[in-house]
């Protein structure tokens, strides 16, 4: 960050700093501008500004996840909460403080809110909005026992143009309630035939438990593990309910580590053709996933 700008933030100078930063679009400016609106108080301003301009702010992901997750949590903002976790866990590893946060923050988001009188006709109003945010909403407060009864509603959601992660929550909701029917799903990059009840949720397959188990009993340090748990997860969302390779699993344990090893700014290992191939898959349906 400028030092000027590192000056007014020692100083506690917000004002100046806001005033001084109106039409900086730099990271050292939105960075200090993110920091001063939060500090006075405007946190609505704070996450617009975040919203807009995230894609400049993430280069300073260490500085940004503490102050975006707090704000979030202030405002209880649990619906852009999932969705901003989704986009921090494909960033490149920052540091052990950050993956800590963002094992505690999923760990809030987790946490099951006080149940509220579902109201049809409210519930309808989100969903067809058109705007991912309102639908995740609506997504959330649909209780699994009353999926069956909105099928209609829901089954436009799993097809793009909607977000990713509106498509994705949708399934999972499907999946949940066990719903006996037959769908069109679009994928990152795919779209396939799915049948809710025939479906395991991501990572709980027996070949899933088994491979997350193998993995957990590597050499590996438990940070570098952990890290690739993490990658692990993204990817089986991200092509879902397509499965990683699990019948291949030590070309997907070399692709994982190695992934991890370049996030971490390790030297990497040489891999085999195969296991290469799947850690460019794994880095495609990433990005597909994102990106959709």
Known sequence: MKNNYEQLLNRRAFDQ??????????????????????????????LLLIDQYFDVLKQDVKRLFPLHSQ?????????????YLALYETLPY??????????????WLQEVDAPKKFNSAAWRELVNSGASDKI?????????????????????????????????????????????????????DFSMEVNPSLLDLPLKSMEATTFVESLKKTNADPSTIELALNLLEQYAIAIYPQEPPFE???????????????YLGVKQPSLSPIAALIGEEIEHGLLQFKNS
């Open 136 to 188: 995740l909403k609506g997504l959330a407060r649909l209780p699994l026992t009353m999926v069956p009864t909105h099928i209609a509603a829901l089954m436009p959601l799993l097809k793009k143009p909607h977000s990713s992660i509106v498509r994705f929550q949708t399934l999972i909701l499907l999946v949940g309630a066990k719903v006996e029917d037959t769908f069109i799903y679009d994928g990152g």
């Open 17 to 46: 700093i806001i005033s001084l930063t109106k039409n900086d679009v730099s990271l050292p400016g939105l960075m200090a501008r993110l920091i001063s609106l939060s500090e006075t108080g405007f946190d609505e301003d704070a």
């Open 94 to 107: 920052a540091s052990i403080e950050v993956e800590e946060g963002m094992k505690e923050f999923r760990l």
């Open 248 to 262: 291949d699993s030590d070309h997907l344990l070399a692709a994982l580590f190695m992934l991890v090893q370049r």
């Open 71 to 83: 704000l979030l949590r202030r405002r209880q903002d649990k619906l852009a909460g999932f969705r």
